[in-house]
């Protein structure tokens, strides 16, 4: 349960009518307009049938649900807006992530809460997911599409954060740093040099040089490191960095691995057994991207003969969602008390991209991207949905609307939409498609209050309609 203090704002049933006291509701929450923001909107108007201007879009009945202590920008620029906000610090099990999705038209996350089809499945209003972070493989991008619900994230912010984690890992490594501290925690005096080496002039092996990857290259190389990299496409090198062809020629030459790929399919279970055996003897992995890249059981074996002189995790397979849950004590990592037993191990719980740095630069840019999607529909930037635009609406417009309609990507609809739009004016049309969907956004003038529910209904009853939004 959150406790008072975690919640900000959040309105009640009464406040929420009170923002609504321009009209009676005078239509029942069920009828066929039920269920979405914008039918809320529909709604409202559908008791007016006198032509007059139409108000500007109300951003008062907008409700965003933000998960696992999202940074105070984002929370500034979002209520800033008007919206109304729930906060949590924690992540929130999967029962009462359910009963809360129900409600919202937003939601943000860091990556801990999974965003599954069986969640997303009951989110009847949800029109946008902020990632609030890299990764958005807890996400079920896809079939967020399919619902039309535009997910963001932060493509780079925290890439500097990690890289310089992992110089600090390669160098405490390389100096058995950790355990010497360890010790010394505990009392014991253990001044050695055996097996402790300098970075300089060693070989810097990065698997994935995309934003974090080539970040680490340029940081390895001004400390005197010899670096070399293997990623599936074809990237220009920072400085004298070397880009190989294959993992195993990395893992061969490397005394230093450290991996920055997405979690793909391809890359699950990446570094096992045989890979291991490719390493040169006494050299060190990394992991700082995903906890499934690695099998975890074949890195403590090979920690064990010595292929692996040492290693470091910063994310896990199973990871808790919350702080303070003991992650050896639970049958998720059953592997887990292994890793303390061995030396020269250096286990974080996934900070690498947790500086004040970098969460405030995620929180200015995925809050803003929420609200350009919200208020204008500018899909720019999202991961799963064509990116579409059109420039922001002037408040002084009247008898305009901005009609945001994401559909399947069939032949059609096009003519359909614009025999809809006939009676009135199309100032600005764009449309674009990814995969199985597409997103248009018009700019249509010449609509007056009593043809708004008219045209919402229009619009929703096309059959490749996924969903429909009217601002104005
Ligand atoms: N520990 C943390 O706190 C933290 C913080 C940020 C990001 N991350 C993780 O790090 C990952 C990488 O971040 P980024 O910003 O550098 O991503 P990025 O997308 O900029 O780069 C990833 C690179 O991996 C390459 N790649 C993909 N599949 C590959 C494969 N099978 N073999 C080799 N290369 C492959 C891509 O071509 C790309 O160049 C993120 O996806 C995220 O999961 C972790
Ligand atoms: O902040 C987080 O929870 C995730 C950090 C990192 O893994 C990312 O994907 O950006």
């Known amino acids: 349960m959150t406790s ?48 007059k201007p139409l108000k500007p879009f109300s ?68 029109v946008s997911i902020g990632c609030f972070c890299i990764g958005t493989n807890q996400v079920d991008l896809e079939y967020a599409a399919k619902k039309g619900i ?28 950790g355990d010497r501290s360890i010790e010394l925690h505990s009392g014991t005096w253990n001044k050695v040099s055996a097996k402790c080496w300098e970075i300089r002039g060693k070989t810097l092996g990065i698997v994935g040089y995309g934003h974090i990857g080539a970040q680490l290259s340029v940081l390895a190389e001004a400390m005197g490191m010899n670096v070399i990299y293997y990623d ?60 499934t890249v690695v099998d975890i059981p074949a890195l403590i074996e090979a920690r064990k003969s010595g292929r692996v002189a040492g290693f470091a995790l910063d994310v896990f397979p199973n990871e808790p969602a ?5 992650l ?17 191990v250096i286990l974080s719980p996934h900070i690498g991209g947790s500086t004040e740095e970098a969460q405030s630069a995620i929180g200015v840019e995925v809050g803003s991207a929420l609200v350009k999607y919200i208020n204008e529909g500018s899909s720019i930037g999202s991961v799963n949905f064509p990116e579409v ?40 049309q764009f449309s674009d498609s990814e995969g199985d969907i597409a997103y248009l956004m018009a700019d249509i003038s010449d609509v007056y209050e009593s043809d708004i529910k008219k045209l919402y209904e229009q619009l929703e009853q096309t059959p490749f309609k996924i969903r429909t939004r009217l601002l104005y």
């Open 59 to 126: 951003t008062g009945d907008f409700k965003i649900l933000l998960l696992e202590n999202v940074n105070q920008t984002a929370i500034d620029i979002l209520s800033k807006q008007g919206y109304q906000i729930e906060f949590h610090k924690t992540s929130l099990g999967e029962a009462e992530l359910i009963e809360k999705i129900k409600d919202v038209h937003a939601i943000g996350i860091r990556s801990k809460t999974k965003l599954t089809e069986k969640i997303l499945s009951h989110a009847a209003n949800l």
């Open 322 to 326: 919350k702080n303070g849950v003991d």
């Open 389 to 428: 635009d059109l420039r922001t609406l002037s408040q002084d417009q009247v008898n305009h609307v901005r009609v945001l309609y994401i559909h399947q990507n069939v032949p059609g609809v096009l003519r359909t939409v614009n025999e809809i739009f006939a009676e009135h004016n199309i100032d600005k």
């Open 328 to 344: 050896f004590n639970n049958d998720l990592n059953a592997w887990a008390s292994e890793l303390t037993s061995l030396g020269n």
């Open 232 to 291: 599936v496409q074809m990237i220009m090198s920072m400085g004298t960095a070397k880009q190989v062809g294959s993992l195993k020629e990395l893992l061969n030459n490397a005394d230093f691995v450290t991996l920055h790929v997405p979690e793909l399919p391809e890359t699950k279970g990446m570094i096992s057994t045989a890979q291991f055996n490719e390493m040169k003897q006494g050299s060190y992995l990394i992991n700082a991207s995903r906890g």
């Open 150 to 177: 535009a997910v963001f994230n932060s493509p780079f912010s925290n890439s500097r954060s990690v890289a310089e984690l992992v110089i600090a890992e390669i160098i405490t490594l390389a100096r058995q740093l």
């Open 4 to 51: 008072p203090q975690n919640i900000q704002n959040i309105p009640n049933i009464q406040q929420l009518a009170n923002s609504l006291n321009e009209v009676s509701l005078s239509t029942s929450p069920t009828n066929t307009f039920s269920g979405s923001f914008n039918s809320f909107k529909a709604r409202r108007l559908s008791t007016t049938n006198k032509a």
